[in-house]
């Protein structure tokens, strides 16, 4: 069992940055790959970032190319979402997963993935 706990959420106003991290215990997760996914009142959970294990490769949703970043320590068992240039339509609960693969695959759905966290809230002004 993996056990994800979520961080750093908050509000924010338009055009700032906030790190999110997601901490986790229970395995190693040096062989998931992991994903971050938000959802906003009233629409599905979507998928916003994914990366393999090693952190050599990545994906991101179109609409947060060049604005977000996923990384990971595995040293730190921990997984981090750097958001920069927020936008009001950002605002949404933002979840971090793992999946029981090293590798991402070629889009990520949140069937894909096996363990979440919590949540964290991360809210955005205009």
């Known amino acids: 069992q993996v056990q994800l706990v979520e961080s750093g959420g908050g509000l924010v106003q338009a055009g700032g940055s906030v790190r999110l991290s997601c901490a986790a215990s229970?395995?190693?997760?040096?062989?998931?790959?992991m994903g971050w996914f938000r959802q906003a009142p009233g629409k599905e959970r979507e998928f916003v970032a994914a990366?393999?294990?090693?952190?050599?490769?990545?994906d991101y949703l179109d609409s947060v190319k060049g604005r977000f970043t996923i990384s990971r320590d595995n040293a730190k068992n921990t997984v981090y979402l750097q958001m920069n240039s927020l936008k009001p339509e950002d605002t949404a609960v933002y979840y971090c997963a793992a999946k029981r693969s090293p590798r991402i695959g070629v889009r990520s759905t949140p069937l894909d993935y096996d363990y979440w966290g919590q949540g964290t809230q991360v809210t955005v002004s205009s």
């Open positions: 990366i393999n294990w090693s952190g050599g490769s990545t």
């Open positions: 229970g395995r190693t997760l040096s062989s998931y790959a």
